[in-house]
């Protein structure tokens, strides 16, 4: 099993989605920015690094939104998902296809990663509330 972490970072009434590489697995499906944790890192050390990799900004990693075990055919991931918001930087893109600032209502407009499902279904019921 391999822990992974991501952030719920909003704008108002909306949040961000990142679109993965064409050439990385589940390519061009859109997720939470994150990525996995590594040996002697905690999950908010790993999200504060993901995504200072992944978008160039600082994030302040908060409460846990959820967490939940989902099974790719080539993997198992635990993933948790934290409340977070930027406390430096402008997001850019420099490993994602593209990036997003979406409502919950626009959710079924974007192709997520099958391990995100449940979160989105979440976040409809909850909205973004924190």
């Known amino acids: 099993m391999v822990e992974v972490v991501a952030a719920l970072i909003r704008d108002g009434e909306r949040f961000m989605a990142c679109q993965r590489p064409v050439h990385k697995a589940r390519g061009l499906l859109w997720e939470f920015v994150g990525g996995k ?26 409460s846990v939104y959820m967490a939940l075990t989902h099974e790719y055919p080539d ?18 893109k420099l490993e994602h296809n593209d990036i997003r600032w979406i409502t919950v209502e626009e959710i079924p407009a974007y192709d997520f990663c099958p391990a995100d499902e449940e979160i989105l279904e979440e976040l409809k019921k909850r909205g973004l509330e924190r």
């Not at 944790?37 to 908060?62: F, I």
């Not at 198992?76 to 997001?91: D, K, S, W």
Request: glycine content about 10%.
């Open 75 to 92: 993997l198992t991931v635990h993933l948790t998902l934290f409340n977070a918001r930027i406390a430096e930087g402008v997001p850019q």
């Open 37 to 62: 944790v590594e040996p002697g890192e905690t999950h908010a050390q790993a999200l504060v690094r993901e995504c200072r990799e992944e978008l160039g900004v600082t994030v302040e990693v908060g």
